[in-house]
Structures are given as C-alpha cells and as structure tokens.
C-alpha cells in the first residue's frame, strides 16, 4: 500500500461521496479503512506493549540517577565523618588514658598491692577515699551526695564535670625497692596523679623508708553518681 496517497485524500471529498451515497469508489473505502485500523494498531501496540516498556525504562533511569546522587552524597558524609574522627582521636586518646571507670579503679586498687609485694614492700594502710565532684569552672567542687546532705547545701542544676577518687596509702620497705614500685605503676595505661608524698627514714630498721602518700584518678560523672 502506497501510504503517499493517503496523504492526497481530500477528507471533504470523502464526506461528500459518503453524504451522496458515493460508495461506488471501493478503492477509495479501502485504502481509507486500511489506513485507519493501521494507524488503530499502532496506537494499541504503542501504548500496550511499546509505552509501558519506555515508562519502565524512564522509571529505571530516574532511580539510577537517584541512586548516583545519594552514593555521591553519601561518599561526601564519608569523608566529613573521617576528618571528624581522625580531629577526635587525639582527644579520645587523650579521655581514655585519663578517665577511669569503677572495674579500672578496683584494678589499680589490685596493682598498688601486688607491685608493692613483688618488690618486697609492706603494705600498712591502703584506702580509697569517697568520690569528689568536680564542676563547672564558675561552680565550686562539691563532696559526695552524703557530704552535700549533711551540710544542707544546695547543689541542684551544678553540672559535675568528672569525679576525683582518692586513694591514700602507707608503704614500708627498700628505699630502691619502693622505686621500683613507683616506676611500674607509672607505666599504668591511665593517668594517676599524686597529689602528696612523704617519705621519712626508720630509723630502728636500716636502710628502711616509710612513704605515706595519696595519689588521685579521675572518673566519669555517669560512673560515680
């Protein structure tokens, strides 16, 4: 079927042979019927078989576009989150060393015992104090709960920074054995301070040293309330 000569039906020609009962051109009828259920199927085709397809295809696309701008975004969170991490590990490093939790206490409670009788020293006072907080720096430190009771003062919305744990002690023995105490516990993986040191000579026992002294860790608020 040549498709030009549908192109060269004057539509008001046809109307008018149809009005007049013109049905004697069959020719005409045909090609204009043919043309028509042509142009009727490929509209079906188109849009029950062709239209879906491209819709799937456009909705495909959308969400792989999609999903490229998300990993895009989610690649620059990544590198935000590293850059943040690797400015806080110095203060994690720095937290974790100094902070102490109620297991790590009774550990060093453990240690000062057993690296005194492994250089040959006597133990003969060994006590841990009650927690001390400590607040804010326009806020004053404040005892224990107990202590805060019985004074009567007022410490509602003070927020506690960390807590101090003392911890007092009384060793005997080698003036170079109790050095060597104090080196091994220096090497302990958290910080611990000391806050006093006193030693004196017994003079009954030769060569024999009494060191009277309190050393203090510091722990988190959540820990010691």
Same mark, same amino acid.
């Given at each position: ?32 019927? =043919?043309?028509?259920? &042509?142009? +009727?199927?490929? #509209?079906? $085709?188109?849009?029950?078989?062709? !239209?879906?397809?491209? *819709? ?55 240690? =000062?015992?057993?690296? &005194?009788? +492994?250089?040959? #020293?006597? $133990?003969?006072?060994?006590?841990? !104090?009650?927690?001390? *907080? ?92």
């Amino acid at each position: 079927m040549n498709l030009d000569n549908l192109k060269n039906i004057d539509v008001n020609d046809l109307f008018n042979k149809l009005k007049s009962g013109g049905f004697g051109d069959k020719k005409l009828l045909i090609k204009f019927g =043919i043309g028509f259920v &042509a142009v +009727l199927i490929f #509209l079906i $085709i188109y849009y029950v078989f062709v !239209s879906p397809k491209v *819709a799937a295809q456009e909705e495909k696309l959308r969400i792989m576009n999609e999903n490229k701008e998300k990993i895009i975004e989610f690649n620059n969170n990544i590198g935000t989150l590293k850059d943040a991490v690797t400015n806080l590990e110095p203060d994690y490093e720095k937290n974790s060393k100094l902070f102490h939790s109620k297991k790590e206490v009774e550990d060093l409670y453990q240690n =000062i015992s057993k690296f &005194a009788l +492994l250089n040959g #020293l006597s $133990i003969v006072n060994l006590k841990k !104090s009650e927690p001390k *907080a400590v607040n804010g720096p326009n806020q004053t430190s404040s005892e224990n709960n107990s202590e805060q009771n019985s004074s009567g003062e007022n410490n509602e919305g003070l927020q506690v920074l960390y807590y101090e744990i003392p911890v007092e002690y009384e060793i005997r023995g080698n003036f170079l054995s109790y050095l060597k105490f104090r080196r091994a516990l220096s090497k302990s993986s958290k910080v611990i301070n000391y806050d006093k040191e006193e030693i004196t000579t017994i003079k009954e026992i030769q060569g024999q040293i009494l060191s009277k002294g309190t050393i203090s860790i510091v722990g988190l608020p959540n820990e010691y309330k």
